[in-house]
């Protein structure tokens, strides 16, 4: 009766584990919050140098892509962003490269 709530937490694992070594290789700086029983993945973006508003905003205008800021949870979530892991892994994949070269333009 499940088969497919097994199915579908399996493909956003399969994501979360992907975006994980994204991170952990190219923003080793970023921490990952584990993943416990969702779809959106809470990151430490306070290392970067940058408040979680600041990393969005950066993400937003610099890459396209839209995370949601920290902020929008309260206070507790000043440092963070949150990244929504329920999308078709071609989606992920296109973020993650547009991201690859952040670093390169020297804004983080």
Request: net charge negative; charged share 20%; aromatic share 12%.
């Amino acid at each position: 009766v499940w088969d497919w709530f097994e199915e579908v937490w399996q493909y956003i694992y399969t994501n979360y584990l992907l975006t994980k070594r994204f991170l952990n290789r190219y923003f080793p700086e970023c921490l990952l919050s584990p993943l416990e029983g969702t779809y959106l993945l809470w990151v430490d973006v306070s290392g970067t140098g940058l408040n979680g508003d600041q990393a969005a905003d950066l993400l937003e205008n610099v890459t396209h892509i839209q995370v949601n800021k920290g902020t929008m949870y309260g206070s507790a979530g000043t440092g963070f962003v949150r990244i929504n892991l329920a999308c078709h892994r071609s989606v992920l994949k296109e973020a993650l490269l547009r991201l690859k070269d952040l670093p390169e333009t020297g804004l983080v």
